[in-house]
């Protein structure tokens, strides 16, 4: 079945541990996403991959980390897990631009740091 | 500022017909998006209005009108698996989505 796959499903993490988040894509989607979801709140774009090899910042940068070495694969890392980074994490693609094009999520990553 | 005004929470019936009001206030506008999350999942796409009108599917529709910067979301003949939150998602003038909480829609027997 086409779509994304996240992993992990479901994390703790201590504090100040380093932690990557994996996201990969069969749909040949030229642009990925990464957003974080907290209770109350709406999604909050944290980076995003227009195309293969480039990234850029979103809403909420910083203490996270990304690449898209090839089309597939956009994995997110917490360098320093900080206890505020406690969310559920979505990773997204969609063929173009996001206000043009629908999104496609993967389940979400739901990371807890202790 | 850019935002979104939804009803946090409502109530409907199974079988009945509930609208999900929404008023946005973008930087420009490309297109409004609505998305349904089931709680503890992902989001999944419903709808896509860039012209004034109402756009059907199914049980669902999705009207815009631009000038007024207004959106709703009618659903028909509700189901219990209908209950989640519906996201109603403006375009802004760079393409960048403009996300709000939602609303929380409990469908009662």
């Known amino acids: 079945i086409a779509g994304i796959t996240q992993a992990p499903t479901s994390q703790i993490l201590a504090a100040g541990r380093r932690m990557t988040l994996r996201c990969t894509q069969d749909?040949?989607?030229?642009?990925m996403y990464w957003y974080r979801q907290d209770l109350g709140l709406g999604l909050r774009l944290i980076h995003y991959s227009n195309t293969a090899g480039t990234t850029g910042k979103g809403e909420v940068p910083d203490g996270y980390s990304v690449s898209r070495a090839n089309t597939d694969d956009f994995p997110l890392t917490l360098a320093s897990a900080v206890p505020s980074q406690t969310s559920v994490y979505f990773c997204?693609?969609?063929?173009?631009?996001?206000?043009?094009?629908?999104?496609?999520f993967g389940a979400g990553s739901r990371l807890t740091v202790l | 500022g850019q935002n979104i005004d939804q009803p946090t929470e409502m109530t409907a019936t199974e079988g009945a017909i509930v609208q999900i009001n929404c008023t946005y206030q973008t930087s420009g506008f490309n297109g409004l998006f609505w998305y349904q999350q089931h709680a503890g999942e992902a989001p999944t796409f419903l709808s896509y209005?860039?012209l004034d009108g109402l756009e059907e599917k199914g049980r669902f529709s999705s009207f815009l009108s631009r000038s007024k910067g207004y959106s709703y979301l009618l659903l028909k003949e509700l189901q219990m698996k209908d209950s989640a939150s519906y996201l109603c998602?403006?375009?802004?003038?760079?393409?960048?989505?403009?996300w709000g909480a939602g609303t929380k829609l409990i469908i009662k027997p």
């Open positions: 749909m040949r989607h030229n642009a």
């Open positions: 209005n860039v």
């Open positions: 997204a693609s969609s063929e173009g631009e996001p206000g043009a094009n629908v999104l496609t």
């Open positions: 998602v403006p375009s802004d003038s760079n393409y960048q989505l403009i």
